[in-house]
């Protein structure tokens, strides 16, 4: 009778002792970690570590086995893939970055109105930071002055980053993040910006109506340039909203 009771209580012990080890691994997830097994949504906590590259270099993983050319109807399918992708990100650089610590410069130069716009919609973040990725290094392949501000590489930059996002999304998308871009700036700076994003995509619109195929980079880059040499866009001189010329290409 002793042996039995023996052999119940470590039968008792040995099952509390296995079910609190298959338990464990759960327990030490992080809040990140824990995210790929819910439904996916960017969280604060997510959104803290993750920078305008992060979101480029989703939408690189992402596009290397999807095609996105109709993202329309794809978006909310897109989305679903993009969050773990995200997540992911936001895991491996979760221990070099403490939790609720300052965001990081590239994350910092969003503002609340952009913040808010990535965690609804996260694919439309990564083709946005993507786009823009692509014109700031254009601008710095094309101008001596690259992107810096109120020369005319950062027309160029402005106007191609939304000609590219209304090619890859559409001219309403483009403007809403291009705004959101926009939140807090002011005065001639902004009227700049705002004229020269709005040129990017009226150009973009006006290729696309006379083109049979939708036209590429390459073809966007072409006829922005010509604008700017005849001084259709915009750039700030001593102050004033002038109007850009041919001056500083490479």
Same mark, same amino acid.
């Given at each position: 009778?002793?042996?039995?009771?023996?052999?119940?209580?470590?039968?008792?012990?040995?099952?509390?002792?296995?079910?609190?080890?298959?338990?464990?691994?759960?327990?030490?997830?992080?809040?990140?970690?824990?995210?790929?097994?819910?439904?996916?949504?960017?969280?604060e906590e997510?959104?803290?570590?993750?920078?305008?590259?992060?979101?480029?270099?989703?939408?690189?993983?992402?596009?290397?086995?999807?095609?996105?050319?109709?993202?329309?109807?794809?978006?909310?399918?897109?989305?679903?893939?993009?969050?773990?992708? *995200?997540? %992911?990100?936001?895991?491996? +650089?979760? #221990?070099?970055? !403490?939790?609720?610590?300052? &965001?990081?410069?590239?994350?910092?130069?969003?503002?609340?109105?952009?913040?808010?716009?990535?965690?609804?919609?996260?694919?439309?973040?990564?083709?946005?930071?993507?786009?823009?990725?692509?014109?700031?290094?254009?601008?710095?392949?094309?101008?001596?002055?690259?992107?810096?501000?109120?020369?005319?590489?950062?027309?160029?930059?402005?106007?191609?980053?939304?000609?590219?996002?209304?090619?890859?999304?559409?001219?309403?998308?483009?403007?809403?993040?291009?705004?959101?871009?926009?939140?807090?700036?002011?005065?001639?700076?902004?009227?700049?910006?705002?004229?020269?994003?709005?040129?990017?995509?009226?150009t973009y619109?006006? *290729?696309? %109506?006379?083109?049979?195929? +939708?036209? #590429?980079?390459? !073809?966007?880059?072409?006829? &922005?340039?010509?604008?700017?040499?005849?001084?259709?866009?915009?750039?700030?001189?001593?102050?004033?909203?002038?109007?850009?010329?041919?001056?500083?290409?490479?």
């Open positions: 009778m002793k042996k039995v009771f023996l052999a119940f209580i470590f039968l008792l012990a040995f099952g509390v002792s296995s079910a609190y080890a298959s338990e464990k691994p759960e327990m030490q997830k992080s809040n990140i970690e824990n995210q790929l097994d819910v439904t996916p949504e960017l969280s997510v959104l803290e570590v993750l920078t305008e590259e992060d979101f480029a270099a989703a939408y690189e993983i992402l596009t290397e086995t999807t095609s996105i050319e109709d993202f329309e109807k794809q978006e909310k399918e897109l989305d679903q893939l993009i969050i773990p992708i *995200l997540i %992911d990100i936001a895991k491996t +650089k979760e #221990n070099s970055i !403490k939790p609720y610590s300052i &965001l990081p410069d590239a994350y910092n130069r969003l503002n609340d109105t952009e913040r808010k716009l990535a965690k609804k919609h996260p694919t439309q973040a990564a083709i946005v930071y993507n786009c823009s990725a692509a014109a700031t290094g254009l601008a710095g392949k094309l101008y001596k002055n690259g992107n810096a501000d109120n020369h005319n590489g950062n027309a160029f930059k402005h106007a191609f980053w939304n000609a590219a996002m209304t090619r890859d999304m559409n001219a309403t998308k483009a403007k809403t993040w291009a705004d959101a871009h926009e939140v807090g700036a002011k005065g001639v700076s902004k009227d700049m910006d705002l004229k020269n994003n709005k040129i990017g995509r009226d619109v006006a *290729l696309a %109506d006379a083109s049979f195929l +939708k036209p #590429n980079y390459t !073809k966007i880059q072409k006829e &922005l340039m010509k604008k700017i040499d005849q001084g259709k866009l915009y750039r700030v001189v001593n102050g004033k909203l002038v109007k850009t010329n041919s001056s500083g290409k490479k």
